[in-house]
C-alpha cells in the first residue's frame, strides 16, 4: 500500500467516525433536517408535495419559537428517483450536519442511500416499501408507509374473498418497488386459493404498451393488478380502454397520485387504486388541519397521501426531539422504536418495531372519480 493510498484510507476512516458523531455535536444553533426527494423528473410531483409538507411543518414550528427554543433548517436534496443520485445526496446531506432525512419515494433510492445514513446515525424516514429496507438490521431507517408485504395481503384478500375474481393477472415493471410489490401480491393471492392466469412486465417509461396488454387481453383476466407507479399506470389504463379491455385496473400504491387521472384522461374514471386510506378519510383533526394548512399555503392540496405520510415521519422526529430534550440521535433512534404509545399521525396512530417497520398501518381501495377525486370502496366508510 502506498504512502497516498495508507493516508487517503484514513482520512476516510476519520471522516465516518466524525460522521457517527456529527449528529450529536452541536448543541445550539438551528436543528438541520435533510430532505430527500426527487423534485425533478418523472416523480417530481411526489417530491415536491414531500418537500413542500416538511418546509411547512418547520414554518409552523418556527414561527412557535421554534423546538426546544431553536429554529429548525430543512436543506433539500434532489435525488431523482434514481439510486446513484439518492447516494449522492445521502452523502451531502450527512455532510451538511443534519440530524434526520425526511425521504426518499422510490425505494431503489432509499436502498441506495439507507448505509450511508446508518453509517453516521443519521435517522431516515422514508416511503420505500421493499421489503428489504427493515432486514438490513439499519436502525436508523423507519418506513413511513406500509411494506409491500401488507398491501399484497390486502389486495389478495380483495380480488379472492371479496370482489370473487376468477381470473386475475399482475403487470410490473421492473423496479425493486414494483417487482418486490408483484411478487409478494401473487405469492399471497396463491396463498389465498386465487387464479392467477398471466404475469408480465413493462420497460418504465416506454409510454407505448399495447404489445403487453394484447398479450394479456388474450388471457381474458377479470381484473389486471398493476404494481408500478402513476406514472406509467395512467398510461396503462388509457390504453386498456383504447384496445376494448374492460378488464378492472387496480393499481398498487404508487398510482395514487393526482397525475394519473390526468395521465389516463376519461379512461382514469373507475379505475381503483390501493393504498393508506385518505386523510380526508379519517377522523383525525391533525389531518384535516394539515390538508387545510397544505392547501392554503400552496394553493392546492397534496399530490398523493405521500405528503402526509412523510410529514407523519418528520413529526415524530420532532415529538422525540421534545420528548428526550435532545437532537442526540443516540437517543432519539431508541426514543423512536420504543414509543410508549402510537404517535397520533396524520394517517392514523402508529409505531415502529425494532426493525423500523410501521406497526398500525390500515390500507384501502380507492376508486377513481370522474373528476380525478377518490371514494373509498372497500372497506366502506360510514
Known amino acids: 500500500m502506498s504512502r497516498l493510498t495508507k ?14 458523531l456529527g449528529t450529536a455535536v452541536a448543541a445550539d444553533g438551528p436543528i438541520k433536517i435533510g430532505v430527500q426527494a426527487p423534485i425533478t423528473g418523472e416523480y417530481a410531483a411526489e417530491g415536491q408535495g414531500i418537500e413542500n409538507g416538511v418546509k411547512l411543518i418547520a414554518k409552523q414550528h ?20 434514481k439510486a446513484a443520485q439518492a ?15 425526511i425521504g426518499t419515494y422510490t425505494s431503489g433510492a432509499a436502498l441506495a442511500a439507507a448505509p450511508i445514513y446508518s453509517a453516521a446515525n443519521v435517522i431516515q424516514t422514508s416511503d420505500g416499501t421493499s421489503d428489504e429496507l427493515t432486514q438490513k438490521g439499519w436502525k436508523t431507517f423507519f418506513r413511513n408507509a406500509p411494506p409491500n408485504s401488507d398491501e399484497a395481503q390486502f389486495v389478495a384478500n380483495y380480488f379472492v374473498k371479496v370482489k370473487q375474481y376468477k381470473r386475475i393477472a399482475v403487470l410490473s415493471d421492473h423496479s425493486s418497488y414494483a417487482t418486490g410489490l408483484a411478487k409478494a401480491t401473487i405469492d399471497a393471492i396463491k396463498k389465498d386459493g386465487g387464479n ?18 394484447t398479450k394479456l387481453k388474450a388471457q381474458n383476466p377479470d381484473v389486471l393488478f398493476f404494481s408500478g407507479y402513476y406514472t406509467d399506470g395512467g398510461l396503462i389504463r388509457a390504453q386498456m380502454k383504447q384496445l376494448g379491455m374492460n378488464t378492472v385496473f387496480v393499481g398498487g400504491d404508487a398510482n395514487q397520485n393526482e397525475n394519473f387521472a390526468k395521465i ?27 390538508l387545510a394548512d397544505y392547501t392554503k399555503a400552496f394553493g392546492a392540496p397534496p399530490p398523493s397521501i405521500y405528503t402526509f405520510t412523510n410529514a407523519d415521519g418528520f413529526r415524530a422526529v420532532l415529538a422525540g426531539i421534545e420528548a ?29 418495531d425494532a426493525k423500523g417497520e410501521r406497526i398500525g398501518s390500515p390500507m384501502s381501495a380507492f376508486e377513481v372519480q370522474a373528476n380525478g377525486g377518490y371514494k373509498t370502496i372497500y372497506p366502506e366508510t360510514k
Open 7 to 20: 493516508i487517503s484510507t484514513l482520512t476516510a476512516a476519520v471522516s465516518v467516525a466524525l460522521m457517527g
Open 62 to 81: 418556527n414561527d412557535a419559537g421554534g423546538v426546544l427554543g431553536r429554529k429548525i433548517q430543512v436543506t433539500v436534496c434532489d435525488d431523482e428517483g
Open 87 to 101: 447516494a449522492i445526496c445521502a452523502r451531502k446531506l450527512v455532510n451538511e450536519g443534519v440530524i434526520a432525512v
Open 196 to 213: 392467477l392466469v398471466a404475469q408480465d412486465y413493462i420497460n418504465a417509461g416506454t409510454q407505448d404498451y399495447s404489445a403487453v396488454l
Open 264 to 290: 389516463a384522461g376519461n379512461a382514469a374514471e373507475g379505475a381503483v387504486i390501493v393504498n393508506v386510506p385518505a386523510p380526508e378519510n379519517l377522523p383525525y383533526p391533525e389531518a384535516k388541519q394539515f
Open 324 to 352: 428526550t430534550k435532545s437532537t442526540d440521535t443516540a437517543k432519539l433512534i431508541p426514543w423512536l422504536h420504543d414509543l410508549k404509545q402510537p404517535f397520533n399521525g396524520l394517517t392514523g396512530p402508529f409505531t415502529w
